[in-house]
C-alpha cells in the first residue's frame, strides 16, 4: 500500500502544477486583455471628452470587466491552488494524465478504481500493490509544461504594440493623462486649446541693465495670426519672424508676471526675475605724487587712465550700486577693494606700467563689469649739462666757463672734479651751486678756487645732480677739459713766440713799403715827361694810393699788437 500511497501524493502534486499552469496563463491574459480594455477606454475618453455622467459609466465598466477578468483568470485558479474549493478528482487527473504517456493510458485510472471498490479481498490488495507498483516509477508531473504558456505571451504584445504606435505617432503623455479624467468624473474639464504656447527663452532671470528678448512659439494644429502678452494689465503684440514671436524689454528692467493670448487661448503665467547688476556710479583716481617733484596731489575723475611720474601713490575710489565685491586685476596682481564710507577704496604705488581690469560683483552676478584701465609711468630723466669754454687770449693760464643745466623736476647741486691728468686719485670737488630749479646757469673762472701748481697738466669736468627721490639722485657729466699751468719761464718763452710772427709781419710790411716807394719814384718820373696822364696811368695812380692805404692800417695793427704784448709782458 506504500505504492499507492506514492501514487496518490503525486496525483496532488499534479493537480497544483495544474493549477499553477492555469494561474500562469490566466495572469498573461488577465494583463493582456486588462490592458487593452484600459487602453480602449482611456482612448474613448481622449477623443470623446465625455461628461462627468459618461466619464463614470466609463469608470464602472472599467472596473467591471477588470474585476470579471481578475476572478476568471486569477482568482479562481488560485482557489483550486489553495484548495479553498474541489478542483479535479483523482480520477480526472488520471485521465489526463494517461492522455500524455501512452503507456499509462488508462491503467492509473482502473487502479484508482479498484482502490475505490468495497471489496477488500487479498486478491484485490495484492491485483492494487502490483499495479500501483508498476505506475510509481511514472513522474505524473511532467504530464504539465509551463512552456505551453509563452504562446500567450502573443496577447500582451498587441496592447504594447499600440502604446509604442502612439509615442511615436500620437502624445503618450497626454493620451494616458485621460484616466485622471475618468478618475476624477465629478470634476469639470474642457478640452485643450488646437495649440499651446512654448517659452524659447528658458531662463527668465535677467539683469536689470542689460536688454533682454523673450521669444515664445505656438505648438498645435492651428498657428495663430499674432500673439500678445499681458503685462500689468496692459496688453503688447510681440513682433513675428519665421515663426517666432519675441519682445524686447529694454532697460532698466523691473520683475514682473505675465501671460500671452492668442486666438482667445490663454497661456500659464510667468514670471520674469530681475537680477540687480553690481555697477560702478562714481570712479576717481587720487593721485599723491612724489615729494621730489614739487607737484600738488591731484585728482582725476570719471576714468582710470593716466600718465603719473614714477612712485605716485594712486588710490581708486569708486561708487557703486548693487556691490558687494570690487576687485583689481593685473597681470600679476589681483586687489580686493575695501569698502568705507560708502565707497570701494584700494591704494597701490606705482613703478611701472600698470594694466588692469576693474570688475563689480554680488551674490547673484560675478565680475559683471570689466572695465580695462592703464596707467602709464613717467621716468625721472637724467639732468642734461651744457658747457662752454671761453680761453683767454692774453693769460693762457686762465680759462673761463659758462655752463647751462636743466632736469624735468628739480636740480639739487652743480660741482667740479678736477685732478692732475696723470693721477686721476688726486681729486679735488669744487661745488658751485645748490639750484632749487630745474633750470641753472653757472660760470667759473679756471683755476679760481682750486689748488693748482704750475708746470702741471689738469683734467677736469662739470657735473649736474638731480633730486630723484624715488631711485635716488642722477648725474650727468660734461666732457673733459683740459689745461696747463704755465711757469713763469713758459710764460716768457709763450710771449716771445707770440711776437715773432708780429715782428715777421713787421718785417715783410716793410718791404711792401720799399716797394711802394719805388713805385711812387718810377710814378712821379712818368707824370713829368708825359704832358697828360692816360687811363692806364690814372688806374695805376689809383691802386697805389688803394694800396698805400691797406699798408698804413697794417702798420697801424702791427704797432697795436706789438704795444699790447710788451704791455703783457711787462705785468708778467
Known sequence: MDNYGNILIKLNAFTAKFYTKMLLKGTLLFLALGLLFFLIIIGIEYFLWLDSTGRLILLLLFILIEVILCVKFIVIPLIFLFKLKRGLSHKEASLLIGKHFQEIDDKLYNLLDLAESGSKSELLMASIAQRSENLNPIPFTKAIDFKDNVRYIKFLLIPLLLVGGIWIFGDLVSFLGSYKRMVNYDLAYEPPAPFTFKVLTSDLNVLDSEPFTLEVITEGQIKPQGISMIMENKEFLLQENNGIHSYLFTPP??????????????????????????????????LTYPPHTKKPDEIIKSTGNGTVPEGTGIEWKIGTTNTTEVVLTSVDTSLVFTKKDGYFSQSLKIFSPLHYLISTSNKDVKEFEKLEYSISIIKDAYPTLKVEQVQDSLNPNISYYKGEATDDYELSRIRLICYPTDNETEVQIMELSRPTRNYSTFYYTFP?????????????????????????????????FNSRQLNSNELNNRNIDAKKPILSQLDESLEKFKEQQRDLERLNRQQKEKASLSFNDRSNIKDFLRNQEQQEELMQKFRKELKDNLQNGEKD
Do not use: C
Open 253 to 286: 528692467i523691473s520683475g514682473t508676471e505675465f501671460h500671452f493670448s492668442a486666438n482667445g487661448v490663454n497661456s500659464r503665467s510667468y514670471r520674469l526675475n530681475v537680477v540687480p547688476t553690481p555697477r560702478m556710479q562714481a570712479f576717481e583716481l587720487l
Open 448 to 480: 679760481s678756487g682750486l689748488k693748482i701748481q704750475a708746470g702741471e697738466d689738469y683734467s677736469f669736468y662739470f657735473e649736474a645732480t638731480d633730486n630723484d627721490g624715488v631711485r635716488g639722485s642722477k648725474t650727468t657729466k660734461s666732457r673733459i
